[in-house]
């Protein structure tokens, strides 16, 4: 475990840890030229995205997310992830997406997926000398009523990309009851870094925490406070291009419907800290 990056969690200068989201392509820089960015009342977290529980406007319920608070999408079913009042980790709304409203790519493929939904915070954010230890972080909850599958027939992640492109950290939760982490610059299908058995039906707090003041980036994953593992990377980008959150649903092998499930994904945020 690095030293560095456990210190954001055992100190509590993160409240929540962290989860990056960023998959499936560049994105446009257009949208991102100047965000803005401040610095928390703590003095520590300069707070680079925080969606602020989904509770305030632009996010009404019912509404679709691509097009708030320049949350974008490519047409990957781009229409299926909405603020809902049904669910959230603490509050009132959060981010569903049904897996009935998923449908299958037809004009791109993503093996072993059939159905893709991804859902981009673009920050094209610089990282600061001063401040190297940024967080993907969001809470998440996968919903059915089905028994465990074989596989991760239905799975739900954040994500993070560089601006070189690169996945620098991927993490979820699987239909076959695993917290799992995937591993840098991982392409869907990949094997997993790790996969931690984990409960159904209830929300996950998840981080990935990047500390950017080496040569290279190293990361490390958390799930609900508690350390999974740290990886290296050879990513040399300087710059978080987007966190993402991404939906993939697999072909049925065994009688499985993507219908019986739902991603909901809360409080979804991106902050940096001093190294030190």
Same mark, same amino acid.
């Given at each position: 475990?690095?030293?560095?990056?456990?210190? !954001?969690? @055992?100190?509590?200068?993160?409240?929540?840890?962290?989860?990056?989201?960023?998959?499936?392509?560049?994105? /446009?820089?257009?949208?991102?030229?100047?965000?803005?960015?401040?610095?928390?009342?703590?003095?520590?977290?300069?707070?680079?995205?925080?969606?602020?529980?989904?509770?305030?406007?632009?996010?009404?319920?019912?509404?679709?997310?691509?097009?708030?608070?320049? !949350?974008? +999408?490519?047409?990957?079913?781009?229409? *299926?992830?909405?603020? $809902?009042?049904?669910?959230?980790?603490?509050?009132?709304? /959060?981010?569903?997406?049904?897996?009935?409203?998923?449908?299958?790519?037809?004009?791109? $493929?993503?093996?072993?997926?059939?159905?893709?939904?991804? &859902?981009?915070?673009?920050?094209?954010?610089?990282?600061?000398?001063?401040?190297?230890?940024?967080?993907?972080? *969001?809470?998440?909850?996968?919903?059915?009523?089905?028994?465990?599958?074989?596989?991760?027939?239905? /799975?739900?992640?954040?994500?993070?990309?560089?601006?070189?492109?690169? $996945?620098?950290?991927?993490?979820?939760? @699987?239909?076959?009851?695993?917290?799992?982490? &995937?591993?840098?610059? *991982?392409?869907?299908?990949?094997? +997993?870094?790790?996969?931690?058995?984990?409960?159904?039906?209830?929300?996950?707090?998840?981080?990935?925490?990047?500390?950017?003041?080496?040569?290279? +980036?190293?990361?490390?994953? !958390?799930?609900?406070?508690?350390?999974?593992?740290?990886?290296?990377?050879? @990513? $040399? @980008?300087?710059?978080?291009?987007?966190? #993402?959150?991404?939906?993939?649903?697999?072909?049925?092998?065994?009688?499985?419907?993507? #219908?019986?499930? +739902?991603?909901?994904?809360?409080?979804?945020?991106?902050?940096?800290?001093?190294?030190?």
């Amino acid at each position: 475990m690095n030293v560095r990056l456990g210190r !954001w969690v @055992s100190m509590g200068t993160v409240s929540r840890l962290p989860v990056l989201a960023a998959v499936l392509g560049l994105g /446009s820089l257009a949208l991102v030229a100047a965000l803005p960015r401040s610095r928390a009342a703590d003095g520590d977290r300069i707070v680079i995205y925080d969606s602020s529980g989904f509770e305030r406007r632009p996010f009404e319920d019912g509404a679709i997310l691509a097009g708030l608070d320049n !949350w974008v +999408t490519l047409p990957f079913n781009p229409n *299926a992830a909405r603020i $809902t009042d049904a669910d959230s980790a603490n509050g009132r709304q /959060s981010v569903e997406v049904r897996g009935s409203d998923l449908a299958s790519s037809k004009h791109f $493929t993503f093996p072993p997926y059939e159905a893709v939904g991804s &859902y981009r915070r673009p920050v094209n954010y610089a990282v600061e000398a001063a401040a190297p230890i940024v967080v993907v972080e *969001a809470d998440l909850l996968l919903e059915t009523e089905e028994e465990l599958t074989d596989d991760d027939f239905f /799975s739900m992640t954040i994500a993070a990309r560089s601006g070189d492109g690169e $996945t620098l950290g991927e993490m979820g939760i @699987s239909s076959d009851g695993s917290a799992d982490v &995937y591993g840098f610059n *991982a392409a869907p299908g990949d094997p +997993t870094l790790q996969r931690t058995p984990t409960s159904l039906n209830r929300w996950h707090h998840m981080s990935i925490v990047m500390d950017f003041s080496g040569v290279t +980036t190293e990361v490390s994953y !958390w799930l609900d406070g508690e350390f999974l593992i740290a990886t290296p990377t050879t @990513s $040399t @980008s300087k710059t978080l291009l987007r966190g #993402s959150l991404v939906v993939y649903a697999r072909k049925g092998t065994g009688g499985e419907k993507r #219908s019986d499930y +739902t991603a909901r994904f809360d409080n979804f945020r991106i902050s940096a800290y001093a190294g030190d």
